[in-house]
Nanobody, 115 residues
Framework: VQLQASGGGSAQTGGSVRLSCAAS????????IGWFRQVSGKEREGVSC????????HYLESVKGRFTISRDNAKNTVYVQMNALKPEDTAVYYC?????????WGQGTQVTVSS
């Protein structure tokens, strides 16, 4: 199983960035997948997740209304569209798939939001 995260970069406050997480070795529509972020010196926090069983979504309170998680089954890729970005959204973002009792992580992708 491999997860390949991409799409990070720099944006100004109020801008947008879309992150992608392409999977190989598993079908993302069969498992829960989430986006997490981590700031140096702080714990990794969950940002958003999507259920593989019913496509239910959940969001960190601080990103509700600004971030949207979605999945393209044909491309076996999950996205997070991040709008109205704030400097506090600056972090390394990771995707994670949970397969039974195992968790698979993609490599991080940096998002930097300048004021």
């Amino acid at each position: 199983v491999q997860l390949q995260a991409s799409g990070g970069g720099s944006a100004q406050t109020g801008g947008s960035v879309r992150l992608s997480c392409a999977a190989s070795g598993l079908r993302l529509d069969q498992y829960s997948i989430g986006w997490f972020r981590q700031v140096s010196g702080k714990e990794r926090e969950g940002v958003s997740c999507m259920s593989g069983s019913d496509d239910g979504t959940h969001y960190l309170e601080s990103v509700k209304g600004r971030f949207t998680i979605s999945r393209d089954n044909a491309k076996n890729t999950v996205y997070v569209q991040m709008n109205a970005l704030k400097p506090e959204d600056t972090a390394v973002y990771y995707c994670k798939a949970r397969v039974d009792s195992r968790a698979y992580w993609g490599q991080g992708t940096q998002v930097t939001v300048s004021s």
